[in-house]
Nanobody, 127 residues
């Protein structure tokens, strides 16, 4: 079992920045590919970003490419999502997720591929 706890959400003005964190516990963090997803009210949960076990490889949804950056610190068992140039359309509950994969596994964007989820953190972008 892996337990995931997100933090760092809040209210920010358009054009502002936030950094989300997701702390993992329970298993060897470096064995897990990590992802960020988000869910706006009345909408499906959508892929935002993923990062490989080593942190070398990353993938992003087109809607956040160039504005968001995913990273991880395996020594601290934490994955981050740096969000810049935020827009009202980025308003959602953000979830981190984990899946145990082989070291060179392809990056996963399908939420059904992930086994463990955090409780989510609210991000609201509004003036």
């Amino acid at each position: 079992q892996v337990q995931l706890v997100e933090s760092g959400g809040g209210l920010v003005q358009p054009g502002g920045s936030l950094r989300l964190s997701c702390a993992a516990s329970g298993r060897t963090f470096s064995n897990y590919q990590m992802g960020w997803f988000r869910q706006a009210p009345g909408k499906d949960r959508d892929f935002v970003a993923a990062i490989s076990r080593s942190g070398t490889n990353t993938a992003y949804a087109d809607s956040v490419k160039g504005r968001f950056a995913i990273s991880r610190d395996n020594a601290k068992n934490t994955v981050y999502l740096q969000m810049n140039s935020l827009k009202p359309a980025d308003t959602a509950v953000y979830y981190c997720a984990a899946v145990s994969v082989a070291y060179y596994y392809t990056l996963l964007s399908d939420l059904k591929s992930y086994d463990y989820w955090g409780q989510g953190t609210q991000v609201t972008v509004s003036s």
